[in-house]
């Protein structure tokens, strides 16, 4: 697959035009970007890659958690969860329930972030379990713990609920704990898809380098 055709903006507002000079050997540049250039929404030294070579770079420097929502109603927050988990390299997405979502708000950055799919919690929690993975829910339950002073561990799985609702009540009793966001306004939640980037942030603070 190449990244031609997979412009995330209009058309000549970002990325480089054809290849200038003699062009480069290495398997890992697309013939067809070179030719017609790279609008695509990538950081610069992935001009011109093909998919699988920037996919494979990835692989080789993602972070250990990985984060899991819950789809029961086609959450129209799921694309940006997936766009967040690449911007902070998560090393996969789960989606539990429908397996059906709307790709719209990933941008595409479902081609570069690794996505998996289970039917219901019981699986998600049986691949945690065979993982190794402490299952840490993510909502402003009662007893849950205050993210922003709670240790997290470097390797783990963050579960979202669904938009509305919130976590269901099996992902609850599954959970290994519950963190909680601190809000200071009138509104008794927030959206699923910021509460994933504040979580996720929240780890890339204390882990990343």
Do not use: K
């Amino acid at each position: 697959m190449t990244g031609t055709g997979e412009d995330d903006t209009a058309a000549g507002t970002v990325g480089v035009g054809p290849w200038e000079g003699p062009w480069p050997e290495d398997p890992r540049y697309d013939r067809e970007l070179l030719a017609a250039g790279d609008r695509r929404n990538v950081v610069d030294r992935y001009r011109y890659w093909t998919v699988e070579a920037i996919v494979a770079d990835l692989d080789t420097r993602r972070h250990p958690f990985h984060v899991a929502i819950e789809n029961w109603r086609h959450d129209l927050n799921i694309g940006t969860v997936v766009r967040t988990a690449n911007a902070f390299l998560a090393a996969e997405v789960h989606i539990v329930g429908r397996r059906r979502w709307n790709r719209r708000g990933a941008m595409v950055t479902d081609r570069y972030q690794h996505v998996r799919h289970h039917a219901d919690v019981a699986a998600l929690v049986g691949w945690v379990r065979a993982a190794g993975l402490p299952l840490l829910a993510v909502d402003n339950l009662p007893g849950a713990r205050p993210l922003e002073t709670e240790p997290l561990p470097r390797d783990c799985v963050l579960l979202f609920g669904q938009e509305g609702s919130g976590l269901s009540d099996e992902a609850r009793e599954a959970a290994d704990g519950v963190l909680s966001i601190a809000q200071f306004g009138s509104t008794r939640s927030i959206n699923a898809g910021v509460a994933a980037g504040v979580a996720m942030h929240a780890w890339v603070r204390q882990h990343a380098r």
